[in-house]
């Protein structure tokens, strides 16, 4: 069988899972798939495809027959493991923030800067973005092309899932608990997430701005343009999976609705769902399984020159992590990148 031996660390995670889910769905060329994760976790069965893998300990794993390592453990364990991976030949595509600002790891959306991805070959490591900002800049990457974003105000609406499994956890035991008189008692997230809404992910940081709010506004402009100003405000909301983002966007040149509508229905990885009635738009429960981001709700900003606004809805597990992932390593494969395993 020919194809490329790939490494999943962090197999067992809701974004581990997801990326032999979507490795299979989209028939990557694999010859042999491993899954990798934490001592506590040697033997626990994984789908791939029509197969079952057995978890492997990754302290002990050998990377030298390894050609591509998807990473989705943290930023422990991408500082630690991602650099041995890729010294033993692996190139690596993490998922963590760890490596995202290093100036020697690109850092990609393959729909916004695919020709960026050249420069794997310092470290032999790529980063994903983080899961609000990958599926923003693949809305904005075909309207800069068109008009050049002056400014960015975005407010997004984050699924527990992002947080990861004991976050989703924590909605559903919380809703449960509600219905029968129990008071919800706050574990992964600072306040009651169920009926309700917190304005805080990540840690916050001197100018009173969130870790996460600052991801975007970085990884954007390392993306698509340092010129772009952006400022978000992120809020994660009391939805299992899919994130949805209300964007302004004020741009250089003028631009219509309608001109904007159909950039982005011809632009990659993007689903254009906006009929102006009742229900004409995606909501992050129609979004779950889907490879697309959806955009809706496209009009005109009358309060500034040349101003458009939009609302993004893409799953997180996907574009936001797994997807992303994969389609980096179908973009090495495709420019021929990378080397097949023997």
């Not at 923003?136 to 407010?155: C, M, N």
């Not at 992002?162 to 559903?172: H, I, N, P, R, S």
């Not at 229900?279 to 955009?295: L, N, S």
Request: glycine letters at 6%; a negative charge; aromatic letters at 8%.
């Amino acid at each position: 069988m020919s194809g490329f031996n790939v490494a999943v660390v962090g197999a067992t995670g809701n974004v581990g899972q997801e990326m032999l889910a979507i490795l299979a769905e989209r028939l990557f060329p694999t010859k042999e798939v491993y899954a990798l994760a934490s001592r506590q976790s040697i033997g626990r069965e994984l789908s791939f495809g029509d197969r079952t893998l057995k978890c492997r300990d990754l302290e002990t794993f050998d990377f030298s027959n390894v050609d591509i390592a998807l990473f989705s453990a943290g930023g422990a364990v991408a500082k630690e493991w991602a650099p041995k991976a890729a010294a033993a030949g692996a190139v690596v595509i993490d998922n963590s923030s760890y490596w995202r600002m290093d100036p020697d790891v690109p850092l990609i959306v393959p729909e916004a800067n695919a020709d960026a991805v050249r420069g794997f070959s310092k470290k032999n490591i790529i980063a994903n973005p983080n899961c609000s900002t990958a599926q923003l800049v693949v809305a904005l990457k075909p309207l800069h092309d068109a008009a050049t974003i002056k400014r960015v105000v975005v407010s997004t609406y984050q699924s527990t899932s992002g947080a990861g499994k004991e976050a989703m956890d924590e909605l559903f035991n919380q809703t449960k608990g509600i219905y029968v008189n129990d008071s919800p008692t706050p574990e992964k997230f600072t306040k009651q997430i169920a009926f309700n809404v917190i304005p805080h992910i990540d840690v916050f940081m001197e100018d009173g701005f969130t870790k996460e709010e600052w991801k975007m506004t970085a990884e954007t402009k390392k993306i698509l343009d340092p010129k772009i100003k952006l400022t978000a405000t992120c809020v994660r909301v009391p939805v299992f999976v899919g994130h949805a983002e209300a964007v302004n966007i004020e741009f250089e040149k003028p631009l219509s609705d309608d001109e904007a509508r159909e950039i982005l229905r011809e632009a990659p990885g993007l689903l254009v769902v906006d009929k102006r009635e009742d229900g004409g738009y995606v909501t992050p429960v129609e979004c779950v399984g889907d490879f697309a981001t959806f955009v809706s709700r496209i009009r005109i900003d009358p309060t500034v020159e040349n101003g458009l606004a939009l609302w993004v809805v893409s799953d997180n597990l996907r574009k936001g992590a797994a997807l992303n992932a994969v389609q980096i390593a179908e973009l090495l494969n495709n420019r021929g990148l990378l080397k097949r395993a023997a």
